[in-house]
């Protein structure tokens, strides 16, 4: 029975690892199969797991040097970047929510890893050596199945590097002509800045966005212009509702008290805003600027604080493709090497999240899977850690061993783990 699904497990892989490299010739295309097949076998970014995952007749250190060369190609990123989004878009729907989360990777002891650049660590709140991360993530408003859209790698030494708003903008527009202009964007840190507004609130970009503002920024009430904590201290907040918060072993309560205010941004005064106010969390009131159209309803009002409220939600989610595949561990030198191994993860993840991760029947998979905590806060879906667990323990206990030549000739063949 394990057998029969490592056999229809490894087709899917081929199938899906050859429409994210369509365009590229065959040596990447090769190169993109073994790659997220090595990852999701051996849930490793470390070159010898991934030459381990292989079992080729040769010496280790000769797939290592391969797979080491064939990385260097920076044509990999754009089309497999390209692929995953375009993977994504049937999943995304008018009001699905596009996460947009800066992080990092922290390499505190690397020494030669080119371009490596000062960042903040955002698990010890320092600085630290490494390099950012952008990540583009759906999910339902309430929900807890992600889709991967887009990952990337950037140093702002590098040579390429303008700007962390260009990084944000890029990932913006490949995400949103794939999926065709649907989807809410949803920016917490790092969102409430002028250029990403006027990205995204200009007039003719068709993009609805939440992002939670820090207090500072100017907003115009009336013909008046204001700090946004100024105009949320003094919101009517006329709902109210509860949500609890897993902290430790226990759970607590909070109560929220809710309302919004109509604003405009004094660089786009014809541009209609509404900034939602939510206080409970503590002493500051939680600020949200959106243009989606609110008004004086509990649901609509709800709406965009559980929307927002999502994006913490999925927080663990987020940090899956680092914890289960090892990201932060990686270990290339180059930074094309680096930036390519980043997206290849991402496809490893999009893999375990959208092709079984969703849709997932079998028996020695749905054993691992925790029941999601039905909390806004808490303990999200943790069932992704469990299907890359379960990968992993399937694909090593029966790898392959066909040739990668034979293995495309007969990928066609192979029986359809999932219905089309």
Known sequence: MIAQTATKIRGQIDRFSGNLSQGLCKVLRRLVAEVVYGILARRSVHLTEIGRALEEEIALIKTENRLSRNLARPEIRSAVQAAIARQGAPRIGKDTLLVLDLSDIVKPYAKKME???????????????????????????????????????????????????????????????????????????????????????????????????????????GARKRSALWIAQGCRLPYAATVWKEEGKGERAYTLEYGFRRVRLPRHPDVDLWLVVVRGFGEKPLMILTNVPMRRNREVLWWAVSAYLTRWRVEETIRFSKQSYRLEDVRVRSYDRLRNLVVLATAATAFACTVLGARMKMRILASHVLAAARRVFGIPDFRYYAVADGLGEILTRFPRRRSPSARDEHASTQLSLLPP
């Open 115 to 221: 371009h490596l650049a000062r960042v903040r660590d955002g698990s010890k709140k320092e600085l630290s050596d490494g390099y950012w991360l952008c990540q583009v993530i759906g999910v339902e408003c309430g929900g807890c199945e992600i889709t991967p859209l887009y990952g990337d790698l950037y140093s702002h030494k590098a040579e390429d590097f303008v700007s962390e708003n260009e990084e944000v903008f890029k990932a913006m527009r490949l995400v949103s002509k794939a999926v065709d202009g649907r989807g809410i964007w949803v920016i917490d840190r790092g969102g409430d800045r002028g250029g990403i507004f006027d990205e995204l609130a200009s007039r003719g970009k068709g993009r609805r966005f939440l992002i939670r503002l820090q207090g500072d920024r100017h907003l115009l009430l």
